[in-house]
């Protein structure tokens, strides 16, 4: 394996464990009970201001989970790339020996 290819490697998981910590700590900047919508005389504002809080709620959440599980589809890429290239590796190990080479599962 040349270097250029474990640098990837590298770069791939590197990423991976950056996009998991930024979404835990995107996730833990909101703490879980941020209290209540503060009274106002208008009822429909009052609604107003605490559905667009839920909205923001929900889009907090799904924004850090979608950056935890990008570090994890990155992380399987990694894996991935690296079970590729250690078969090709066996592979050109046993170019001699075609009879000697076995699928691996």
Known sequence: MGKEIQVVYADILKTSGVFKDCGKRFADIVPNDIGTVPKVTEGSLEQAISASLDAIAVMHDALGSSMRTHGDKLKYVHDKYRDVEDDV????????????IQPRF
Do not use: A, Q, T
Not at 89 to 98: A, G, K, Q, S, T
């Open 89 to 100: 590796n066996d592979l050109l190990d046993r170019i001699d020996d075609p009879g000697g």
